[in-house]
């Protein structure tokens, strides 16, 4: 079982930007695939980005697509997601995920799962 420490959430007004980090540890981190999802009181979690272990194809929510960019160095054990033109609705927990090898964009497909850190997009 992989651990998964998210960090890097925080207060920043709409239009503004943040870099989540996952710190990966107890793992063989460059077979795993990684991802982000937020969730907001009273909603499902919801895919926001994934990468696979050699940092192929690179899934996005169409909702992020072109503003949030996931990305990893496996020399770290370290995962990133660069957050801009943040929108107040993207106001959430984000949780960093990891499963083997090839990302997906359910919830159901990763098998390890960090504490989550809160992101408030402020209007």
């Known amino acids: 079982q992989v651990q998964l420490v998210e960090s890097g959430g925080g207060l920043v007004q709409a239009g503004g930007s943040l870099r989540l980090s996952c710190l990966v540890s107890g793992g063989i981190f460059s077979n795993l695939a990684m991802g982000w999802f937020r969730q907001t009181p009273g909603k499902e979690r919801e895919f926001v980005a994934a990468?696979?272990?050699?940092?192929?194809?690179?899934l996005y929510a169409d909702s992020v697509k072109g503003r949030f960019e996931i990305f990893r160095d496996n020399i770290k054990n370290m995962v990133y997601l660069q957050m801009d033109s943040l929108k107040p609705e993207e106001t959430a927990v984000y949780y960093c995920?990891?499963?083997?090898?090839?990302?997906?964009?359910?919830?159901?497909?990763?098998?390890?799962w960090g504490q989550g850190t809160q992101v408030t997009v402020s209007s």
């Open positions: 995920a990891a499963r083997w090898f090839r990302p997906a964009m359910t919830t159901d497909a990763y098998d390890n």
């Open positions: 990468i696979g272990w050699s940092s192929s194809g690179p």
